[in-house]
């Protein structure tokens, strides 16, 4: 593709070289320039990209793309933009054929409930004779095959490379986590949903948004996008949890149809007789397009939740109740999700990927539910992030469970202890608890009091297999190490 083929759809505000440059790939990473790419300077948090425009040229590098003025080699075509995260990603879209007008795209944003409701929707489009692909955290997907991740939702060139995978391989449905970070720094700009759906808001991620209103406003972007001119003819709606307070800003926001799900508050999709067992949850559901039985496999009120947004995903889009309600009930789990570990142990394990407060309180609610004897909570909270959130954690864990470990999580830079301590302001002093920063050994020390009848909930890291510790990734996985400690404990 030419240089001025893929700036055509970007707000420039000066341009050199020849645009009929021809550009053979495009890179934000100067150590992965190869002759003919054009490389994109974009200012990050740890670096500024106009600080390796020199060695992206000598890379090789046939164009830039700038937002701020600075000599260059004759004979690069350039272009200087007021946002280069914003042309990264409408440049990529361009270059891969801007993929997400050839498929249904699905977006899936909120504080939590983001991975499992994702999962639950790939289910019921496939259920629904779709290929399906799947862009999340625990894993992205295509059709059957497996690969990995490094963020929830990928910067903006990988995520259209991705997309652009999909359609080659003949998916028609991708179903994605957005971020409040992806909607925030661009990386999903041009892509074009069909359908938003709006889990919930709580506190998390402030040491980047700052505020809860910024939090909330990142959010309504993907909303806001829905029905904008562009691709696709299709009917675009978004999905939206009646019963979170910020359900009237969501639907505000939002283009097109837009349909609601709930138990609280009157919505289009209600579900009504709920019960939760350590099992699964059940429930029926009434709504706009019938009423049936569901019993998931998934326990948990929040999981509830994440089946009625599927449900209502899947039945707008003309999907058979039948086929909907089959493949929400064959869902056994997801990675690090209220996930079960069980070695033999006479007590029940769960590690679960709740690191915000209303997560945690979810967890360990839905965890006191099935607890016939002690609850049992071991968690810490990620270092260099929002630090306010530390001491509701600690009142949380301590209110609702019998003994607490104190621990460390993904502390990187920050001192464990330190964390700790900020964790401990919000532990009622009368609380029974423990402080242990060695994540193995606090998980040993609950494990080893744990007894019949007990729950024991690791939480904070799920599906992650590594502990941020400096800048390093140390090997850690929550779920092989609770079966190694307990196969120790049980020999």
């Not at 837009?258 to 939760?276: E, F, L, N, Q």
């Not at 559901?285 to 039985?293: L, Q, V």
Request: some cysteine; aromatic content about 6%; glycine content about 10%.
């Amino acid at each position: 593709m030419l240089f001025g083929e893929l700036i055509e759809s970007l707000e420039v505000r000066a341009r050199g070289g020849d645009p009929a440059t021809p550009v053979e790939g495009i890179t934000y990473d100067s150590r992965l320039v190869e002759p003919g790419f054009l490389f994109v300077a974009v200012k990050g948090f740890q670096t500024d990209g106009h600080l390796y425009v020199e060695q992206a040229v000598k890379g090789g590098a046939a164009a830039v793309v700038i937002q701020e003025e600075m000599m260059l080699p004759a004979g690069i075509a350039w272009a200087l933009v007021p946002d280069t995260r914003l042309a990264l990603a409408k440049a990529s879209a361009r270059f891969f054929g801007n993929p997400s007008t050839r498929l249904r795209l699905v977006g899936v944003t909120g504080t939590n409930g983001k991975t499992t409701t994702a999962h639950l929707i790939a289910a019921v489009y496939r259920a629904g004779g779709s290929k399906t692909g799947l862009i999340g955290t625990v894993y992205n997907r295509i059709g059957e095959r497996i690969l990995p991740v490094t963020h929830t939702t990928p910067e903006s060139f990988d995520l259209q490379k991705l997309l652009a995978e999909m359609v080659d391989e003949g998916v028609d449905t991708a179903v994605m986590e957005v971020s409040s970070h992806a909607l925030e720094l661009e990386r999903v700009a041009g892509c074009e949903y069909d359908v938003a759906v709006f889990t919930n808001i709580t506190r998390d991620h402030l040491d980047f948004h700052n505020d809860m209103e910024s939090y909330l406003a990142a959010k309504l972007k993907l909303f806001a996008g829905l029905g904008q001119p562009g691709g696709k003819t299709g009917p675009q709606y978004a999905v939206v949890n009646a019963d979170d307070p910020a359900a009237k800003s969501v639907i505000a926001a939002a283009g097109g149809q837009v349909y609601t799900y709930g138990v609280d508050r009157p919505a289009d999709v209600r579900a009504k007789d709920i019960r939760i067992t350590a099992g699964g949850a059940s429930f029926s559901i009434d709504g706009r397009w019938g009423s049936c039985h569901l019993a998931l496999k998934l326990t948990g009120l929040f999981n509830v939740y994440n089946a009625l947004a599927a449900f209502t995903t899947g039945a707008a889009a003309g999907i058979p109740l039948a086929a909907v309600k089959e493949a929400l009930e064959k869902v056994d789990g997801v990675p690090g999700r209220f996930e079960l570990v069980n070695a033999g142990q006479d007590f029940v394990v769960i590690v679960d990927y709740a690191h915000t407060p209303d997560g945690l309180e979810n967890v360990l609610k839905t965890a006191r539910q099935i607890t016939r004897n002690r609850l049992i909570t071991v968690f810490g909270c990620g270092g260099d992030r929002d630090r306010q959130k530390r001491p509701l954690m600690g009142e949380i864990a301590a209110r609702y469970s019998d003994f607490t470990v104190l621990t460390s999580d993904n502390p990187r830079t920050e001192d464990p202890l330190e964390i700790i301590k900020e964790i401990e302001a919000g532990v009622d002093p009368a609380a029974r608890y423990a402080v242990e920063p060695d994540r193995r050994e606090a998980m040993r020390l609950a494990l080893r009091m744990a007894r019949n009848g007990d729950v024991v909930v690791i939480a904070g890291k799920g599906h992650e297999d590594y502990q941020i510790i400096g800048t390093k990734k140390i090997p850690f996985d929550d779920r092989q190490e609770t079966v190694k400690i307990l196969d120790e404990l049980i020999s």
